[in-house]
Structure formats: structure tokens, C-alpha cells
Nanobody
Framework: QVQLVESGGGLVQAGGSLRLSCAAS????????MGWYRQAPGKQRELVAAITSSGSTNYRDSVKGRFTISRDNAKNTVYLQMNSMKPEDTAVYYC?????????????????WGQGTQVTVSS
């Protein structure tokens, strides 16, 4: 069974930065495209960034130029560096499997989710 543990969230002012981490176990992490998802109150969960096993990345338009996804296969960990943050980035952030198809993001999750990490951006 896949286990995903997200961390690094917190409260930050608009314009600030946070770095999220997600440790994965129970899967061959290195072969999977991994992504960061987020869910704001009253909204559907959305995929915001993904990274392939070889390091190719793709981002949702709303975070391009501000967020950077990376991974360390030796540590089974995926990261999300968030800069120039905006109040609309406020959400619970989750990592999970994803796909990049024809240069577009596609959700392709494992059967389970981690607990997520809360990110709150104040104006």
C-alpha cells in the first residue's frame, strides 16, 4: 500500500515563500510521475504541478513562474517550492501520482491520499 506524507505547510504573507515535501513509500517511486494537488475550501481538488521520472515538469497556468516541482529519487521525496505566493494559493496541498500527456497535466492518483499539508497565504 502506498503511503504519502506531506509536510512544510504553514501561514505566510502574500509575496512569501514555502517549500513543501512529500515522502512516499510502498511503491517504486522512481518510475512514477508525481504531482502536487491542492484543494481550497469549497472547491474541487486540482493538479498544479507534475514531474516525470526523468525530471520533465509541467505546471498549471496559475502557478507557472512561481512554483517549482522537483524530486529526489534516492529519498523517495518530491518537493514543491512556492514563491511569490498569493492568497488564492491557500489550500490543503497533497502529493500523488500524476501524468503529463501532450504537455498537459492529468490526474492519475494512487488509491489513497496522505493527510495533506495546510497552506494559508494572508493578504
Amino acid at each position: 500500500q502506498v503511503q504519502l506524507v506531506e509536510s512544510g505547510g504553514g501561514l505566510v504573507q502574500a509575496g512569501g515563500s514555502l517549500r513543501l515535501s512529500c515522502a512516499a513509500s510502498g511503491t517504486i517511486f522512481s518510475i512514477n510521475t508525481m504531482g502536487w494537488y491542492r484543494q481550497a475550501p469549497g472547491k474541487q481538488r486540482e493538479l498544479v504541478a507534475a514531474i516525470t521520472s526523468s525530471g520533465s515538469t509541467n505546471y498549471r497556468d496559475s502557478v507557472k513562474g512561481r512554483f517549482t516541482i522537483s524530486r529526489d529519487n534516492a529519498k523517495n521525496t518530491v518537493y514543491l517550492q512556492m514563491n511569490s505566493m498569493k492568497p488564492e494559493d491557500t489550500a490543503v496541498y497533497y502529493c500523488n501520482r500524476a501524468l503529463i500527456v501532450s504537455n498537459s497535466l492529468r490526474a492519475a492518483t494512487f488509491g489513497s491520499w496522505g493527510q495533506g499539508t495546510q497552506v494559508t497565504v494572508s493578504s
